[in-house]
Structure formats: structure tokens, C-alpha cells
């Protein structure tokens, strides 16, 4: 089941689709770990470096603390329109935080709710991931 697009965004993580709730909304609400005045005062460089720093730490966040993850999609969502998200080390290596890497992307919600689908059916692989966003990006 796809969530009701009113109340709730689907954002892809790396090869995770996280269901958050409006990021606007949820960033308002007493819930979230920072103030409304807080995000303000973040430029998208101090969200990235924030992700960085999470994701070079555990390169599978979004399926190890898929809390924490969801708040930093909700952050990138809020400061960039985005719905897409990959984060990571380049080819080589990273030796720390700000030798990570960030694409974003804003892509169908028709490919999102395919992916998601296939996630919540169990049978969602990073390469279905790589093939229907990041490498149809790239072409």
C-alpha cells in the first residue's frame, strides 16, 4: 500500500524509501529534534555536512536507524524540494566526513511508489534502485 500523498512523502535514501510526513509540517512540530528557528538558520551546506558525517559513520543508515534517517531526509526534503537522495563515499574511499559525496534528485512518484512497493513486498535490491533513478539520471 502507497501512503496517502497528503498526509505523508516518500523519500528515497540511498537504496531506502523512507515514508516521511510533510517536511514542512513535521519540522513545525514538537516532535522533531530541532526548532522551526534552528532549521532556519542551516544552509543546506550545514545539512549535508550533518548527513555526511551520519552516513560516513554507518553507510547503511537507513536500514540501521531508520529514525535518524528520516530526519535528515526530511531536513534535505525541506531545504532542497528534493525527493531523492545519494549519499556516500566516491569510488575511492573516504577518509572522513567531507570526502563524502551527495546527488540529488526529484523523480516521478510513479517510480517511487513502484520501489517502494517492491520494498514493503521484500523484494527491492539496490540495483533496482540504480536502475530506475541513479543511472536513468545519468543517460
Same mark, same amino acid.
Do not use: C
Given at each position: 500500500m502507497v501512503p496517502d500523498p497528503l498526509g +505523508?512523502?516518500?523519500f528515497l535514501l540511498n537504496d531506502v524509501i523512507l515514508? #516521511? %510526513? *510533510?517536511?514542512n509540517e #513535521? #519540522?513545525?512540530?514538537d516532535e522533531f529534534p530541532i526548532s522551526v528557528a534552528e532549521f532556519a538558520q542551516m544552509s543546506l551546506a550545514d545539512i549535508t555536512? !550533518?548527513? /555526511? %558525517? &551520519?552516513? /560516513?559513520?554507518? !553507510?547503511?543508515?537507513?536500514r540501521t536507524q531508520p529514525e535518524k534517517a528520516?530526519? @535528515? $531526509?526530511?531536513? @534535505?526534503?525541506a531545504k532542497t524540494g528534493a525527493n531523492a537522495a545519494l549519499i556516500g563515499p566516491p569510488? =575511492?574511499?573516504?577518509? *572522513?566526513?567531507? &570526502?563524502? $559525496?551527495?546527488?540529488?534528485? &526529484? #523523480?516521478? !512518484?510513479?517510480?517511487? +511508489?513502484? @520501489?517502494? *512497493?517492491l520494498q514493503t513486498g521484500g523484494t527491492l535490491q539496490? +540495483?533496482?534502485? *540504480? &536502475?530506475?533513478?541513479?543511472?536513468?539520471?545519468? =543517460?
Open positions: +505523508s512523502m516518500l515514508d #516521511i %510526513e *510533510q517536511p #513535521i #519540522i513545525r512540530s555536512g !550533518l548527513a /555526511f %558525517e &551520519e552516513v /560516513f559513520k554507518d !553507510l547503511n543508515l537507513p528520516g530526519h @535528515l $531526509a526530511t531536513l @534535505l526534503a569510488a =575511492d574511499g573516504a577518509r *572522513q566526513p567531507s &570526502e563524502m $559525496a551527495v546527488r540529488f534528485a &526529484e #523523480i516521478s !512518484l510513479m517510480t517511487l +511508489s513502484y @520501489l517502494y *512497493q539496490t +540495483s533496482h534502485v *540504480q &536502475e530506475s533513478v541513479w543511472q536513468a539520471l545519468s =543517460d
